[in-house]
């Protein structure tokens, strides 16, 4: 049965969570936003996931850079500044006693329409800013088994149709991959870009280990992932060599290991790719990049002010 990199246990705590929605705390069951909001009529927005670790949200500057950056390339006013976002966030962790296990989504949209439109002038009000907070740890089965993927015929596209730098609520390309991969019998959906190349997966970015060396897309055609560029930075500080680049599927089926990155699960090694086994799970170097990433998330906790992970 396939499963996915996002399962988890289900933690009964999360029924009795607080989300922050523009400004104010609701319980779970009470936190709605309107049915003219541009985030449910458009999925017009962005959004951030992150990891809290010893009561600090991980890498939380690479995020908020990407969500500014985001925000601008499609004229969204935040309406707030990264301290307020940073306070915000703190204070919706505080008010549900988080502080390890925990994985937040931070959405914004630009707020509710006076009609289901997409032109962005008939919005009437400020964004609208939503922090959901769980407890929730990815299976550790995920971790130790690994994932099967499938590549399908669904592509990363240029950047002049929608580019895929945005890290948008408009995910139907990704969607459309997973419901491939999920009926193939797969965990997760490897996509090629338009040449032909391997790119990403459909919510995660992919690398093969070949000879002593990690590989990964050139970055032309997928998200600008934050744990994709600390594990290559992993990498660089460790003297592994690591390359963006072309290749082929061929050259995926070739590689001695393979692995998947992203917030919520760090890396994660892949057994199986189109029917293709991949050796060992976890490898030498999945298992050598697990423990580089896991010192930068400590190293990143302690620099915020947080407890040290062990």
């Known amino acids: 049965m396939s499963t996915s990199i996002h399962d988890f246990h289900d933690d009964p705590r999360n029924a009795g969570i607080l989300i922050w929605i ?33 009561g600090q949200p991980v890498f939380l500057d690479a995020h908020l ?33 988080m502080d390890e296990g925990v994985h937040l989504r931070l959405m914004v ?74 009926a193939a019998g797969a965990d997760e959906g490897l996509m090629l870009d338009p040449h032909g190349f391997v790119a990403t997966c459909n919510s ?40 963006e680049k072309n290749f082929s599927l061929t050259e995926v089926y070739g590689a001695d290991e393979a692995f998947v990155t992203g917030t919520f699960a760090g890396v994660v090694p892949v057994r199986e790719i189109d029917g293709r086994p991949m050796g060992a799970v976890p490898g030498p170097m999945v298992q050598r990049l697990q423990g580089l990433y896991r010192e930068m998330v400590a190293r990143d906790v302690a620099f915020r002010g947080g407890v040290r992970l062990a």
């Open 109 to 182: 949209t630009r707020g509710v329409k006076r009609t289901p439109y997409q032109d962005p002038r008939v919005t009437v009000g400020p964004a609208t800013v939503v922090i959901i907070p769980e407890f929730k740890n990815a299976k550790p089965e995920t971790l130790s088994t690994g994932l099967k993927l499938f590549t399908v015929h669904v592509r990363r596209g240029f950047p002049d149709v929608q580019d895929p730098k945005l890290n948008s609520h408009s995910k139907l390309n990704c969607i459309t991959a997973c419901i491939q991969a999920t």
């Open 204 to 243: 995660t970015h992919f690398f093969i280990v070949r000879k002593g060396e990690v590989w990964t897309s050139t970055g032309d055609y997928c998200l600008g992932g934050i744990t994709r560029a600390n594990v290559l930075r992993a990498c660089r500080d460790a003297g592994i060599p690591a390359f």
């Open 65 to 97: 850079d990407r969500l500014f950056e985001g925000a601008r390339a499609i004229a969204l006013d935040i309406g707030m500044d990264r301290g307020q976002l940073t306070a915000a966030i703190m204070e919706t962790l505080a008010a549900n006693g």
């Open 22 to 54: 523009n400004g104010a705390l609701k319980p779970r069951a009470e936190a709605v936003v309107s049915v003219f909001d541009s985030g449910f009529v458009l999925g017009d927005g962005v959004w951030e996931g992150l990891r809290v670790h010893g």
